[in-house]
């Protein structure tokens, strides 16, 4: 990929990323100033803009005659493809499969691109390895240390202060670490908290975590941030947080949470053409070095196809 293009679909993204928020909440004047400041930064992001906003509006107003006739004639278009993609991207909203958006990267301290896993050292000696297209806040005061994980993944080795605890959170799910080194995850409406060593305390209002529950070496967690359902289990040491080494370690997870993990270190978009198969479970270890033949793995027992379109969108759809 040229350099020229990587920054056309940065770009692009960057757009895609504002027409959504801004659809999701019209009347926000912060969204809205967001979008103006955006576009006024040069002709080639008022070029972007109107190319984003014409496949956006086109897929909301013809997206369903292109599927009948699809159907009729049993052939699906590249362009129906595209179109349905970014519908689906309007649909899923803040589920989408995709990196921090610009609202977020703005609330971080430390962010992260496609592909990238980053080590930060935070001010009490703290080791934060941060995944990809992940982003962290952080919060310090006297009598407690806070980070909370806005997006991605991230694996805290965290330093000794009897004085301050450490806790991480992701959105009202909060991990508070007793001399301990833990993995959290936030990936398709998915909370996971794994611990590599020491101990963490669980905790989440309004679900089966409302008192909090802890967990020792090797165990895991999983809280599903629409139902409230909690999974557990055990892993050996070594498989926590082994995308830190190039793979994802599943066990009974949904392929939506698995895509989006792997999708981190895919560029550009992926979509699914219908959001109900990322519903399935699945269990295995995937590789990351090649991101599509990751997804090929996942998807494929449930017969899933994997169709990278462009650069900057990948298709997950039934056979």
Do not use: C
């Not at 350099?3 to 912060?30: T, Y």
């Not at 080639?44 to 599927?67: C, F, K, P, T």
């Not at 009729?72 to 179109?83: A, P, Q, Y």
């Not at 806005?150 to 009202?172: C, E, I, N, W």
Request: glycine content about 8%; hydrophobic content about 45%; aromatic content about 6%.
């Amino acid at each position: 990929m040229t350099k020229q293009a990587s920054q056309d679909d940065k770009l692009f993204e960057e757009a895609l990323d504002l027409i959504i928020r801004l659809q999701g909440d019209p009347a926000n004047p912060v969204a809205r100033e967001l979008v103006q400041r955006w576009r006024a930064r040069g002709p080639e992001y008022e070029a972007v803009w109107s190319e984003v906003a014409e496949i956006h509006g086109m897929a909301g107003q013809v997206l369903e005659d292109r599927r009948k006739a699809a159907q009729e004639t049993n052939v699906v278009s590249r362009r129906t493809v595209i179109t349905g993609g970014i519908a689906g991207l309007a649909v899923l909203g803040a589920g989408a499969l995709y990196g921090p958006d610009v609202l977020v990267r703005l609330r971080a301290d430390y962010t992260t691109a496609t592909a990238e896993v980053r080590n930060v050292v935070l001010s009490d000696g703290t080791v934060v390895t941060l995944g990809p297209d992940s982003a962290i806040q952080t919060d310090f005061m006297p009598s407690l240390r806070r980070v909370r994980l806005l997006s991605g993944m991230a694996f805290f080795d965290v330093a000794k202060d009897s004085a301050r605890p450490f806790q991480a959170t992701v959105d009202d799910m909060t991990a508070t670490a007793l001399g301990t080194a833990f993995d959290v995850s936030s990936d398709a409406g998915f909370i996971s908290v794994s611990v590599h060593d020491g101990l963490v305390e669980v905790a989440a209002p309004d679900s089966p975590l409302a008192l909090g529950e802890r967990l020792a070496q090797g165990q895991w967690l999983a809280l599903d941030a629409k139902t409230h359902a909690v999974e557990r289990g055990h892993r050996e040491r070594g498989q926590i947080a082994a995308w830190r080494d190039g793979l994802i370690v599943s066990e009974r997870d949904t392929i939506s949470s698995v895509v989006a993990r792997i999708a981190r270190w895919q560029p550009g978009r992926i979509v699914f053409a219908d959001p109900r198969f990322g519903a399935e479970r699945i269990s295995g270890v995937f590789d990351l070095h090649d991101p599509i033949t990751a997804l090929e793995a996942v998807v494929h027992p449930y017969g899933g196809r994997v169709r990278q379109l462009s650069s900057w969108l990948t298709i997950i759809s039934p056979i």
